[in-house]
């Protein structure tokens, strides 16, 4: 029943009056890149859910997101540092999935509905061995926004596939992801 639900909650959120060319104009949740994470949350709440993946003078630092979630599981905000407004960065929502199969399908939908919307997304897609954890599998399909603000911004659709040993160890579980960020996270992220 929530597949069901969800899949029909992505075509109402995924909605837009016009085709679109950045990715502010995407929502997860009713938020955007470049909205202030206060609309949402108050700011002893922002605090209360750091997760502190990265050291506490890093330019950036993500928050867990727990307040009115529909449609994900989880979902993370990524900050900067003393910003006293709070800009959104980057939105990472995630769905718990069964098997690669579900994911792929879930996957395959929010595409083509992000296919829909914006005018020139340069799209890529593929299977690789994920980074981090050997025997674990990420299917990626991402758009990137070349004319946008910055030329990093981009809106990835994964599906992780975690081996056996990684789940027990991490006590991580098989997802579907979806990550819009701006080039100035994403670029931050890679060099960091």
């Given at each position: 029943?929530?597949?069901?639900?969800?899949?029909?909650?992505?075509?109402?959120?995924?909605?837009?009056?016009?085709?679109?060319?950045?990715?502010?104009?995407?929502q997860i949740e009713g938020m955007s890149i470049g909205d202030s994470l206060l609309k949402f949350m108050t700011k002893k709440k922002?605090?209360?859910?750091?997760?502190?993946?990265y050291p506490s003078d890093s330019k950036f630092?993500?928050?867990?997101?727990?307040?009115?979630?529909?449609?994900?599981?989880?979902i993370e905000i990524m900050l900067k540092r003393n910003d006293k407004n709070f800009k959104i960065?980057?939105?990472r929502?995630?769905?718990?999935?069964?098997n690669l199969k579900e994911c792929q399908?879930?996957?395959?939908?929010?595409?083509?509905?992000?296919?829909?919307?914006?005018l020139n997304p340069i799209y890529q897609s593929g299977k690789q061995e994920h980074y981090l954890y050997p025997n674990s599998f990420q299917y990626i399909s991402q758009f990137m926004f070349k004319n946008s603000a910055h030329e990093y911004d981009n809106i990835r659709v994964s599906c992780y596939i975690f081996d056996e040993?990684?789940?027990?160890?991490?006590?991580?579980?098989d997802n579907l992801s979806v990550i819009v960020q701006s080039g100035i996270a994403a670029e931050w992220i890679e060099n960091r």
């Open positions: 029943m929530k597949k069901l639900l969800w899949i029909v909650a992505i075509g109402l959120l995924f909605t837009l009056s016009a085709k679109a060319d950045d990715i502010s104009d995407f922002v605090e209360k859910n750091d997760l502190q993946y630092y993500t928050v867990k997101y727990t307040d009115n979630i529909k449609d994900y599981d989880a960065y980057m939105i929502a995630g769905i718990f999935i069964k399908k879930l996957r395959d939908n929010i595409v083509r509905e992000i296919k829909s919307i914006f040993d990684t789940k027990k160890m991490h006590n991580f579980g």
